[in-house]
């Protein structure tokens, strides 16, 4: 699938543990570069603007730019601007933060996705963003500077992972006799492209791509879920060579050309499919989440250590954790089962490639929390336990936060309401009380319906309905209004299970 990052509308403990000490080595190795690329983004995010869209009043989506002239011309991609009639422009790390209206458009090139558009500043100057002079290094250092989800003033770091021709990605990109670079995007294969480990996200979309020199190097531009943080930023020099060319003449949106109708983000499957795959993936894990914290719950109430004595009760902490560890392995696994027997056919490709993803990742965590019980049970002490739920945690949430993405790209993508867990979760309890109050109802009206009651012995036949039950009697009316009470213990048990049935 490919995203435009534009508008908001283990296998052991050893894995999670290497995974957690990776991270506190990397910052520490990286510290002085971290306090440098500080440095650097405190003189850039002043020129990093948020982009929101209007038409007729109603707010189309958000994306990205970055001030080019200091008179207020303003870089984004095509596609943060297509098809709007009205935009509103900001700047969230300067402390006014005020909102400019853009006067129009001064030109765009749609087979690059790039875009310059004006603001107002009324008399105010702006500190335009400096471009590299060539395209940058394989392996070189970039931040990413934007609003992804709405979130401005957002800044994720990565480096280059290649520089790509618009021939390459084409070719990468095609599925089976589907262009999803050209025919899908727009885009030709004149175009160069940086890929970068620097995480976008929608919204991203025309934000700068920085340097450790401050330089803009690209414009984050759409994101492709064939494999892992696969991100692209259209190369500068595109853009230098565009506004050499564009003047500064300003049209106005209306003389925009109209939005296509259907931008494609690769393949597309069946929305009311995906739509029901999404939710009933929603539910498996709601169902694994009540394991899972019904678990943890237990392991706030172990016996507390004894300091004088530390390995006091040790053996009844021991069994306690393995058993839960035990239980949320089964819970996982039985996760990974319930959702990779989902019928997926014509669901559309991203979600296919999250219940992969989901399916291997529960597996891996699975055997985890079966490790971690087995070595609890086992031996005094066993593995920390602790760290080994911390590391999941920490796994969990970033698989969390992979699905929300996902969650936000298809609602854009079919323009439908893909509902989080918690919405997923309401909807079904609504629908259940739903039911039950229709099934009552159901079951009184049938109650009161005229039937044939039968005494015990089967002697006795008599046609009437229900109007309640009282004292272990059950009152029967007859057609001419007559009213009977016959003791419960005097009816057939096929009435008895009528009247059981409709309680």
Not at 33 to 38: G, H, I, K, P, T
Not at 44 to 72: H, R
Not at 356 to 373: H, I, L, N, P, R
Request: aromatic content about 6%.
């Amino acid at each position: 699938m490919l995203i435009h990052s534009s508008r908001i509308g283990a296998k052991s403990l050893a894995i999670l543990t290497c995974a957690a000490l990776g991270l506190v080595c990397l910052s520490t190795a990286r510290a002085q570069v971290a306090v440098d690329l500080s440095e650097l983004i405190k003189e850039v995010k002043p020129s990093v603007a948020l982009i929101e869209t209007f038409d007729k009043g109603k707010k189309m989506g958000s994306g990205s730019g970055f001030v080019v002239s200091e008179d207020g011309m303003i870089a984004t991609n095509y596609h943060v601007i297509e098809g709007a009639k009205e935009i509103k422009v900001s700047f969230p790390a300067l402390k006014d933060n005020k909102f400019y209206k853009s006067t129009g458009f001064v030109g765009f090139v749609k087979t690059k996705d790039l875009a310059l558009i004006m603001i107002d500043l009324k008399g105010e100057k702006l500190k335009p963003l400096p471009m590299a002079k060539e395209p940058p290094s394989q392996a070189e250092t970039v931040v990413a500077i934007g609003a992804p989800l709405g979130l401005s003033d957002t800044v994720t770091s990565g480096i280059v992972s290649a520089v790509r021709t618009g021939k390459e990605l084409r070719k990468m990109l095609m599925r089976g006799k589907q262009d999803g670079y050209g025919e899908g995007l727009g885009y030709d294969e004149e175009a160069t492209w940086i890929q970068t480990s620097a995480p976008i996200s929608p919204g991203n979309s025309g934000g700068p791509l920085i340097n450790t020199r401050g330089e803009v190097v690209g414009i984050n531009t759409f994101v492709s879920d064939l494999g892992q943080n696969l991100n692209f930023s259209i190369c500068i020099q595109h853009m230098k060579k565009f506004i050499d060319g564009a003047g500064k003449n300003v049209q106005s949106f209306a003389n925009l050309p109209p939005p296509r109708e259907k931008r494609s983000q690769g393949a597309l499957g069946d929305a009311k499919k995906t739509l029901e795959l999404w939710k009933n993936i929603s539910r498996a894990m709601n169902e694994l989440d009540e394991d899972i914290e019904a678990c943890e719950k237990q392991f706030q109430k172990l016996p507390p250590v004894d300091p004088r004595n530390p390995m006091k009760g040790q053996n009844i902490r021991n069994r306690i954790i393995s058993r839960h560890f035990k239980r949320m392995g089964e819970a996982y696994s039985d996760y990974a089962n319930k959702i990779s027997g989902f019928e997926n056919k014509e669901t559309d490709p991203g979600l296919i490639s999250l219940v992969v993803t989901d399916t291997v990742v529960a597996k891996k965590m699975s055997e985890s929390c079966k490790e971690v019980s087995n070595s609890t049970s086992s031996r005094l002490g066993g593995l920390d336990w602790e760290l080994a739920l911390n590391g999941l945690k920490r796994l969990s949430s970033n698989i969390d936060t992979q699905r929300e993405l996902l969650r936000v790209n298809l609602g854009l993508k079919y323009d439908e309401s893909f509902p989080t867990q918690a919405e997923t979760a309401e909807e079904d309890e609504k629908l259940a009380k739903e039911k039950k109050n229709s099934t009552s109802t159901s079951e009184k009206k049938e109650r009161s319906e005229m039937r044939v009651w039968t005494d015990s012995t089967g002697k006795f036949r008599i046609k009437a309905k229900c109007i309640g039950v009282e004292d272990g009697k059950v009152k029967l009316e007859k057609s001419d209004g007559s009213v009977l009470r016959v003791p419960l213990e005097k009816l057939s048990e096929a009435d008895k299970r009528f009247l059981a049935s409709t309680e």
